[in-house]
């Protein structure tokens, strides 16, 4: 394993650094070896938190996963409990292939541009929600206006 400064990873982290980085490092000393922890954000917004952090393989996966009755839930539940690891294996291997792209170079800049967040992820998560609830509320409307 390469090693990976503190500096490397913040500027990859972005936003929440602070919660990432004390994690990262357990999982450096551990080899990069999975220990289980707990991720409330990739719990609750699952599909959204894997968006946010840049992570589209896990994201598409778990779009499909959640058309599939009770598989969502369990997703949810993997989600929360490797969120942490998931985000640090990301992490971990971009910097890696940046440094291997750049030897000798400080890869601190492109560690900023190729991680961090998409911010906008929060916005389209919250219009998607309110568009749910409206066609949900206007369907409940129609359906009890022809019961009447």
């Known amino acids: 394993m390469r090693i990976v400064t503190d500096g490397e990873y913040r500027a990859f982290i972005g936003p929440e650094e602070h919660k990432y980085l004390p994690r990262f490092k357990r999982f450096d000393e551990l080899a ?3 220990k289980a922890g ?3 954000p990739a719990f609750f ?3 959204w938190w894997l968006l946010y952090r840049k992570l589209y393989l896990f994201a598409g996966v778990v779009f499909v996963a959640s058309f599939v009755p009770y ?3 369990a997703v949810m539940i993997a989600s929360g409990l490797a969120g942490y690891h998931l985000y640090y294996r990301k992490a971990r291997q971009d910097i890696e292939r940046l440094k291997e792209a750049f030897p000798g ?3 601190t800049e492109a560690c900023a541009e190729l991680g961090g967040v998409h ?3 929060i916005w389209v998560g919250i219009l998607v929600t309110i568009l749910l609830l ?3 509320f206007t369907l409940g409307f129609i359906g009890a206006m ?3």
Request: glycine share 4%; hydrophobic share 60%; proline share 0%.
């Open 134 to 136: 409206i066609a949900a």
């Open 119 to 121: 911010r906008w992820v």
């Open 71 to 73: 598989l969502n839930f």
């Open 45 to 47: 917004f699952t599909f």
């Open 146 to 148: 022809a019961n009447d």
């Open 32 to 34: 990069g070896n999975f």
């Open 105 to 107: 170079k400080d890869v």
């Open 38 to 40: 707990w991720h409330w």
